[in-house]
């Protein structure tokens, strides 16, 4: 008898501390606290950055109204800076695309081959000025994976394409 009742409480203790309201609370806490002390990991688009800490250089050569522009190796579509942005940012009223084409363009000042982003600005009906279409190293529709003939809206909360903007990411090499 001795044995069972031993058994018993045993056994209820066990499920008393491990299914109550203090080991819910002890168990939250510590992944509380493993959740704040962790980096975080999450995919993060940073866009918005980028667009904000790029802006022309000084010395930068050429004008950015003007399709010869040495960013505009690979773009296709209504350049910004004629439709009330800039090279760099979206005119009022539309969101940067998250979603864009990718070139490598040669700057004439240094010589360096730069990264650039071809990001679709959104929300307005088309700019329609300083059309731009010189697509180095494009090819056909039929791969699209390296063709920019593309509204890059259609990932973006409005899929109505304004202009598009030519950021500097990086160096190519
Ligand atoms: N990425 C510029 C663009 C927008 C709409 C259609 C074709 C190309």
Redesign the pocket.
């Known amino acids: 008898m001795k044995f069972l009742d031993r058994f018993f409480e045993r056994s209820s203790r066990h499920v008393a501390s491990t299914t109550g309201r203090r080991h819910f609370i002890a168990k939250f806490g510590s992944l509380l606290a493993i959740g704040t002390a962790a980096p975080v990991l999450l995919p993060i688009d940073r866009t918005s950055k980028a667009l904000a800490a790029e802006s022309p250089k000084a010395g930068d050569p050429g004008d950015p109204t003007s399709c010869d522009y040495w960013r505009y190796c690979s773009v ?2 209504f350049l910004c800076s004629c439709c009330g942005g800039s090279v760099t940012s979206c005119p009022p009223g539309t969101e940067v695309s998250h979603v864009t ?1 990718v070139g490598t363009c040669r700057n004439p000042a240094d010589g360096i081959d730069y990264i650039i982003s ?1 990001n ?1 600005c959104c929300g307005k009906h088309s700019c329609g000025t300083c059309a731009c279409t010189r697509n180095d190293s494009e090819e056909p529709m039929y791969r699209p994976f390296n063709n ?6 259609l990932g973006a909360e409005s899929n109505v ?1 304004n202009c ?1 903007v030519a950021v500097i990411r990086g160096t190519a090499i």
Do not use: E, L, Q, S
């Open positions: 296709d579509g084409w071809y679709d920019n003939d593309i509204n890059w809206c394409y598009t």
